[in-house]
């Protein structure tokens, strides 16, 4: 039985998290060694399930006073995980609310605190987890009714504690001053991945991987698959660390299945960002905002560049499949250009070498060779795997290096261990005390003699302790072995496929029966993975196949692993003919017992047979089921994506609003917003700049910019020079920008304190990432400069990223922005200059004031024009300077500059010196009332500042004519630097003069055009007036006629036209 549900989290920050909620059974848990490895677990958990053969609780645990715990032996518990918390707590019956007041919980930790788990291939059913905190360490032992579940539940576990932990180096990171040295970011693009037969890869590998991409994209077999966009919480990456985009890629593909060749489709966005941290490899994909690839560095075996495509790496890594086994695949990857490879190939480097240095110290500082537990450790790897006989001679060289006397006890009670095999379960358990506490005296007697010999004593207890639970548990299964049939009690012995380890002749891994008489069950690794940091130990997983662990005639349980949705359907879609028989009865065949009585037969209930109506019937029930779960499926997606649409909006919009929009401006916003054809519609300049300047609500104001931006494109008579590249936002996005690092490097500087930018490579970051990526390529003059960044913010936080990208096209060409980011930067001088010379006129003093401590603008002024005063200033403020940027254009940039230095002009005056003025500007400034803001952007709607600052800009090309003019008074080389500078600043005005007379010829044509067009419109007047006069004279002459013909006829009419 498994249950999912999304439940409330315990925490606020936790509301809305999905959680996994298994039912099991807890077969029991020991308190263990916080240094208890992957070789020692086996041991342990065998030791906890044996708790459900014996009557009475054996032993202690491998940690002094740890005993099993008899209350949590075999009870119904609820495994409940989550991407922060792991908690385990009691069932007090069906349909029985969990309640903390009235439930137990058993155990809660962190994901990644489960740092082990195993998985016996011969006890599908149950599993082990290592659970590691800082003061206690235990190994809890589970069993779930459906064995299929227990790989999904181990996944689960797996990916919940790697993104804890994930999110605690994070944080951890962030805590600090400095980043940790291995966190850099890359661009680049997945080519594909490719089966390869070894783990070490010849040198054109790569080479080979690209040409065969090539042809397979030549012959149009690639994938064609699209990107879901919609990934679950905890299961949005596999067991090998792949999205399911990747991990289903061309499964349909039979050519390029078979061939273990996987390229990306080139019609969809492949672009990714190549993480290197402290431990791991992650690929995220900006397009979806997921984690694509997530490789830890112990499963990269080799890293590879191309030979002849120098600007494509690679690397291979081992990879997990369908039954147990694994492969080794190696993912392809293409770059800018062949300095980005090496720079990652170093980095790489670098990282392996760091991560192995740091948990070789971590490991040496925790153990030394002396250590008990190290010796445990190291003799449970040694006869790991091994068959019985090797074993035996493995354990009897570990006691050669044993003291005689230390010999002779382990021998003398070997012997009456096996002497004692046919003594009743009582009696055994009862002697095995009682030696166990004469070896717990003599162990306590010798451990005042040497630290020598104290850690001989440990050892020699441990592994007779070990033997005497191996006899033990033995006796227990030939006395219960005619009375429970165990599926795998006829296995043979060389049923496990070749290159699998075996466990050792223990009490949980017996020796291969070389007769009819059965063996107990075997205790083999099938699925083992670690969440501890990498390098840590060579711990593999013994991986086998459930197929090859049974005999021929066998029907075990399948592993076979589906999901929720595949596993309704089932159910529903093939039921069951005998609803009566149990299920897991049901699928086991009519065999003989090969142990113990052989009459003992699993005999199977006879299946009544369905008429063919039936069978229809049930087949048209199931499919109409699966239509209507699909249904809901898609409903329930797109009610979740509009809640994740409504939540991302409001922690867009978090920042406190400046001037509040009264109810009746709202009305009268939505009514222009409303108007059908907008675009092509001109409203009245006076209603619009009232309604901005009494407020823009915050909910509505990024499809208000859109509208300010359409009534100023439709304002404009000549349409400013568009950009010479066309292409699609969507398409370059699938391109790779040589800006890369910079923008990277930008991102966690750009609205630091926002919780939409706050999180690393989130959705706030890829977002704006996407978006200065996209302008770079599409503006490559420009590229990116320091400052686009918190324009492309601003944009973002109150649209998508397609309308973003517009409005950003829209300000720096149109309104022309992009000027001041050019290389040169000169624009950028001619905008400090205005701003004194404003600050000359306006405010005399203190621009003396200024001048006298040698401020000028370009100390305090520059981000204000490079960012729109976003870096600096609160975000409220900020939104409102972009609503009269959008009406006004790039002067409001003067205005508000003019209006916050002048308004805290006695303040700025009472500073003395430079460092106590331009602290004030850069710091006290910012932190406005919202009086004083407000105060700010009404001074800027009243203020008109667009001539003077045309004349500044006149008169600043001007002077510098006048300077070149002067006398020379520098040497030669000078001169010839200042002339090449010059030079160079005239070649610019030459450029953009040249722009003002393309503007202006096309505003000559249109004035022409126009003049045409009037010219011909008034000859066509001309004749329509000659044709009305012709008209005119013909009806006069037609009414002459008709009153000379009423005379004629004595008729007299008069001129009104009444007769006489």
Request: hydrophobic content about 35%; proline content about 5%.
């Amino acid at each position: 039985y498994c249950k999912r549900n999304t439940t409330l989290g315990e925490k606020v920050e936790e509301e809305g998290e999905e959680e996994v909620r298994y039912k099991l059974i807890l077969i029991g848990s020991l308190p263990v060694h916080h240094l208890t490895t992957m070789a020692m677990l086996p041991w342990v958990v065998a030791e906890i399930s044996k708790s459900r053969l014996a009557e009475k609780n054996l032993g202690a645990g491998l940690r002094s006073g740890g005993q099993l715990d008899p209350s949590t032996c075999n009870q119904k518990v609820f495994l409940c995980a989550s991407a922060s918390l792991v908690r385990c707590v009691s069932v007090l019956g069906e349909g029985i609310v969990w309640d903390p007041l009235t439930h137990t919980v058993l155990f809660e930790c962190r994901p990644h605190q489960v740092t082990k788990l195993i998985h016996n291939s011969q006890e599908p059913s149950s599993f082990g987890c290592l659970v590691r905190d800082a003061k206690n360490c235990a190994c809890y032992v589970f069993q779930c009714q459906d064995s299929t579940k227990v790989p999904e539940i181990i996944s689960t576990l797996r990916q919940a504690g790697k993104s804890s932990a994930r999110n605690d180096d994070i944080t951890t990171i962030s805590n600090k001053t400095s980043t940790g040295a291995f966190s850099k970011k890359f661009e680049v693009l997945f080519c594909g991945r490719v089966s390869v037969a070894h783990k070490k890869a010849p040198p054109a590998l790569i080479d080979e991987c690209i040409e065969k991409f090539s042809r397979l994209h030549g012959s149009g077999t690639s994938n064609k698959e699209g990107n879901d966009p919609s990934f679950p919480c905890l299961q949005a990456l596999d067991e090998n660390g792949l999205s399911p985009e990747i991990s289903h890629t061309n499964t349909t593909d039979s050519h390029t299945h078979s061939a273990g060749v996987q390229p990306t489709s080139l019609q969809e966005n492949r672009t990714m960002l190549f993480t290197v941290g402290r431990s791991q490899i992650f690929l995220v994909s900006p397009d979806t905002k997921k984690v694509a690839i997530e490789k830890s560095f112990r499963e990269i075996s080799f890293c590879s560049q191309g030979i002849h495509h120098v600007d494509h790496f690679g690397f291979i890594c081992r990879e997990t499949v369908e039954g147990g086994s694994f492969h080794f695949v190696c993912y392809v990857f293409q770059c800018t250009d062949e300095s980005l490879v090496d720079e990652i190939m170093l980095t790489l480097k670098q990282a392996f070498s760091v991560a192995a240095l740091q948990q070789n110290a971590k490991t040496q500082s925790q153990q030394c060779d002396s250590c008990p537990i190290q010796q445990l450790h190291r003799l449970c790897e040694r006869i790991e795997g091994l068959p019985p006989s090797k074993t035996k001679l493995e354990l009897q060289r570990h006691l050669a290096t044993l003291d005689n006397q230390e010999q002779a006890s382990v021998f003398e009670n070997t012997m009456v261990c096996e002497e004692a095999a046919p003594v009743p379960v009582e009696a055994q358990q009862s002697s095995s005390r009682q030696r166990l506490e004469q070896f717990k005296s003599r162990a306590k007697r010798s451990l005042t003699e040497s630290l020598e010999g104290i850690w001989k004593v440990i050892m020699l207890f441990l592994f007779l302790y070990s033997i005497m639970l191996k006899y033990s548990l033995y006796i227990c299964y030939r006395l219960d072995s005619s009375l429970v049939l165990s599926p795998s009690s006829s296995l043979p012995g060389d049923a496990q496929p070749q290159g699998f380890r075996r466990r050792a002749n223990t009490f949980s891994h017996p020796s291969t029966p070389s007769s009819a008489e059965c063996s107990p069950p075997k205790l083999v690794r099938h699925y083992s993975v670690s969440t501890d940091t990498p390098h840590q130990s060579n711990d593999v997983a013994a991986l086998s196949t459930q197929s090859a662990a049974y005999g021929v005639g066998e029907s075990p349980l399948r592993s076979h692993r589906h999901s929720w949705r595949q596993q309704i359907f089932l159910r529903v879609a093939t039921p069951q003919k005998n609803t009566e028989t149990n299920g897991k009865n049901a699928r086991l065949p009519i065999k003989s017992n090969q142990c113990g009585d052989s009459s003992i037969r699993v005999v199977l209930e006879e299946r009544t047979k369905r008429s063919k109506e039936e069978l229809r019937e049930l087949w048209r029930k199931a499919i109409l089921q699966q239509i209507l779960l699909q249904r809901m499926e898609r409903e329930n997606q797109k009610l979740q994506a509009s809640e994740n649409d409504l939540q991302n909006k409001r922690l867009k919009l978090d920042y406190e609003e400046i001037t509040p929009c009264l109810k009746d401006v709202t009305l009268v916003w939505e009514k222009m917003l409303g108007t059908p054809a907008r675009a092509k519609v001109k409203f009245d300049t006076e209603t619009i700049h009232a309604a901005v300047e009494q407020g823009v609500p915050r909910q509505h104001r990024g499809e208000i910019w859109k509208f300010l931006s359409e009534q100023y494109l439709l304002r404009q008579t000549v349409p400013s020079r568009p950009p010479a590249n066309h292409t699609p936002y969507k398409e370059l996005l699938k391109q790779l920008t040589s800006q890369q690092h910079a923008i990277l490097i930008d991102l966690g500087r750009t609205f630091p304190t926002h919780p939409y930018f706050q999180a690393q490579l989130g959705a706030g970051q890829l977002s704006l990432y996407n978006l200065l990526k996209a302008y770079s390529l599409l503006d490559p003059e420009v590229g990116y400069c320091q400052g686009l960044s918190f324009i492309a913010g601003v944009l973002l936080l109150h649209m998508g990223e397609e309308d973003a990208f517009n409005m950003l096209k829209f300000l720096m060409y149109d309104v022309g922005l992009r000027k001041q980011y050019r290389p040169d930067m000169i624009i950028l001088q001619i905008q400090m200059y205005q701003l004194s010379r404003l600050l000359h006129d306006y405010h005399r003093d203190l621009y003396s004031h200024l001048e006298q401590q040698e401020i000028g603008p370009s100390l305090y002024a520059t981000p204000w024009f490079l960012t729109a005063f976003a870096s600096h200033f609160p975000l409220g403020f900020v939104a409102r300077v972009f609503d009269m940027l959008f009406l006004q254009g790039s002067e409001v940039i003067f205005k508000v500059a003019l209006s916050l230095l002048g308004s805290h002009k006695p303040l700025i005056l009472q500073h003395e010196n430079l460092e106590s003025i331009v602290d004030f500007i850069k710091t006290t400034l910012p932190n406005l009332g919202l009086v004083q803001m407000e105060k700010t952007i009404n001074q800027v709607c009243q203020m008109d500042m667009s001539k003077q600052l045309q004349a500044y800009e006149v008169e600043y090309h001007v002077l510098q004519d006048e300077l070149l003019d002067m006398p020379p008074t520098l040497n030669q080389q000078q001169r010839a630097a200042q002339l090449e500078r010059t030079n160079q600043s005239l070649r610019q005005q030459n450029l953009d003069l040249l722009e003002e007379l393309q503007v202006s010829h096309a505003r000559v044509c249109s004035l022409e055009s126009r003049v045409d067009a009037l010219a011909q419109s008034e000859a066509q007047l001309r004749e329509h007036v000659s044709a009305l006069e012709e008209e005119k004279k013909q009806l006069f002459s037609t009414v002459t006629r008709l009153q000379d013909l009423l005379t004629s006829l004595g008729i007299h009419t008069t001129p009104d036209g009444h007769t006489l």
